[in-house]
């Protein structure tokens, strides 16, 4: 009877674990699928109101690569825009793109700028990072303000490599400028003017071919090579891909896409009807106003403030909301996508709140510090994850590491994470389940599927912490070695993120970082 209940409970174990494995893929694949019809519906919105997707302002400190000008030092954002002043050598200001950009789909390129004296601009650009240079020719700049147009289809361009053509795409776009020393420029505002424009009557007739699963990558290959050499497709292209692949599969596939055909509108097979509907009501919205982030970020402090002085009496109801003020926020800024390539101040403050107040969880109630005997067993336990790594390393590189020893600074952020992550996941998240379920497997099985969901929508990377956080979750109710359980997480995060292939990873991005164009 004893042996019958413990393999019924062993296989019911092992039931809710597999169950939360496929759970944790489909969540992926649905949060995939979400963000390539929200792309594809803005991008389709656009053509159909002929908005460009190429807009920056002088003003945005985030539309300017690297915030700042180069070749020159003195330079200021200001509320009429970027400010600086042209010295003996060219100044360029470097316009931030997602992706490449398809020349051809646009006519022209409007400047609004102002110049204390005449002066000239030209553009600057790459079709790809590693693609020598192109320069335009330069057009006059009068003093006072002036809005300057520059068509597409007629700049003469001056390529490092003579026998190149025009350039058809830019992976870099900036703006230089010349002229006499000590010239004060104010730059406005800049945008790429779509060549022609979608009706709605046109959509539902719109070519919109379907490519190959991604998982039959010969099929797929040929089918676009076919896509780019064809004349008569439109710029840009409107195509359909299946998602019947793994996560990381459907991410490569669109980023060759891309790489092949920039601004190509990718929409998931099945979902052009859907997709089509929603970029018909699609309408831009203006950002909120500066303050109202920072008015949550007030009330998040406020109410998380409140419940670490006054917190109820019964401790399930005490365990339940201190468990939400943890992990209530991240999850839903990670799983909302909210989290992209800028963090801003609010965000960071929100990170800081929410740090501090599990940090204050630890005092009053710090765990009963474990023996000589069982730090021994604990980190016997947390080689054993080291060792799993080690072998999923092998198994998927086909028995090849492309291991790079990480740097000093690389090794001290990881320990210093996996130290945050650790004393949220075991001390904080886990001991709340246990009180809430009563239940030490559960707390284990809920500690677990957190900690995957704090790397959504990073599908293999939910799976490989879902795993670890069962061995990590399991060794700190056991053996209280945390510790142990630090070292294991920062050297298996290294060992997986540095010797797996990019593209697998995606170098451990969540949220919307995990969508940007190719592997970080």
């Known amino acids: ?42 991008r389709l919105g656009m053509r159909l109101q002929s908005t460009s997707p190429h807009r920056w302002s002088g003003k945005v400190p985030t539309d300017i690569v690297a915030k700042r000008v180069f070749s020159t030092a003195t330079f200021e954002f200001k509320d009429d825009g970027l400010h600086f002043r042209v010295g003996q050598d060219p100044a360029a200001v470097g316009l931030v793109i997602s992706g490449n950009i398809d020349l051809l789909s646009h006519s022209t390129l409007t400047i609004d700028i102002a110049s204390s004296s005449p002066a000239r601009v030209s553009l600057l650009v790459r079709e790809s990072l590693d693609e020598p240079v192109c320069a335009s020719e330069a057009r006059p700049v009068p003093a006072g303000p002036s809005e300057l147009e520059f068509d597409i289809s007629r700049i003469q361009w001056r390529c490092a490599n003579s026998a190149r053509s025009a350039p058809r795409q830019a992976a870099m776009l900036r703006l230089q400028f010349e002229g006499a020393a000590n010239t004060e420029h104010i730059f406005r505002s800049a945008q790429l003017n779509l060549r022609s424009t979608l009706a709605v009557a046109d959509l539902a007739g719109h070519a919109a071919p379907l490519l190959p699963a991604p998982g039959d990558e010969p099929a797929f290959e040929r089918e676009l090579q076919r896509l780019v050499a064809d004349p008569a497709r439109p710029h840009p292209t409107l195509l359909q891909l299946p998602l019947d692949a793994r996560v990381e599969q459907v991410l490569v596939a669109r980023d060759h896409i891309l790489e092949a055909m920039p601004e190509t509108i990718i929409v998931p097979k099945g979902d052009l009807a859907s997709v089509s509907e929603r970029a018909v009501a699609w309408s831009s919205s203006s950002p909120p106003a500066s303050w109202l982030p920072w008015l949550g970020v007030t009330l998040l402090a406020a109410v998380l403030m409140l419940l670490r002085l006054r917190p109820p009496f019964n401790p399930r109801l005490r365990a339940a909301l201190e468990l939400a003020g943890v992990m209530g926020v991240p999850l839903g800024l990670i799983l909302g996508n909210q989290i992209g390539d800028n963090l801003s101040p609010p965000l960071l403050a929100v990170a800081a709140i929410t740090f501090v107040f599990a940090l204050s969880l630890l005092f009053g109630a710090a765990p009963a510090l474990p023996g000589s005997r069982l730090l021994v067993r604990g980190w016997s336990v947390a080689l054993l994850s080291i060792a799993i790594a080690s072998s999923l390393s092998l198994l998927l590189g086909d028995g090849i590491t492309h291991f790079d020893l990480p740097t000093s600074a690389e090794g001290a952020r990881y320990l210093a994470w996996a130290t945050a992550q650790q004393f949220l996941i075991c001390v904080i998240v886990a001991g709340r389940i246990e009180i809430l379920c009563r239940n030490r497997r559960a707390a284990i099985l809920g500690a677990a599927v957190l900690f995957a969901l704090l790397h959504a ?22 053996h209280r070695a945390l510790p142990a359980n630090i070292v294991a997480h920062a050297l298996c995060g290294i060992l997986l993120t540095l010797s797996l292939p990019p593209h697998w990873l995606y170098s451990a991005e969540v949220s919307a970082r995990y969508f940007l164009i190719g592997p970080s």
Do not use: H, K, Y
Not at 2 to 31: G, H, K, P, Y
Not at 458 to 469: D, E, H, P, R, S
């Open 1 to 42: 009877m004893v042996a019958a209940r413990a393999i019924s409970q062993a296989l019911l174990w092992l039931l809710a674990t597999a169950t939360c494995m496929f759970a944790l893929d489909q969540l992926a694949r649905e949060q995939l699928r979400a963000q390539l019809d929200g792309v594809a519906s803005e």
């Open 457 to 478: 929508p990073n599908a293999m990377l939910m799976q490989l912490t879902f795993v670890g956080g069962l061995i990590w979750t399991w060794n700190w109710q056991r």
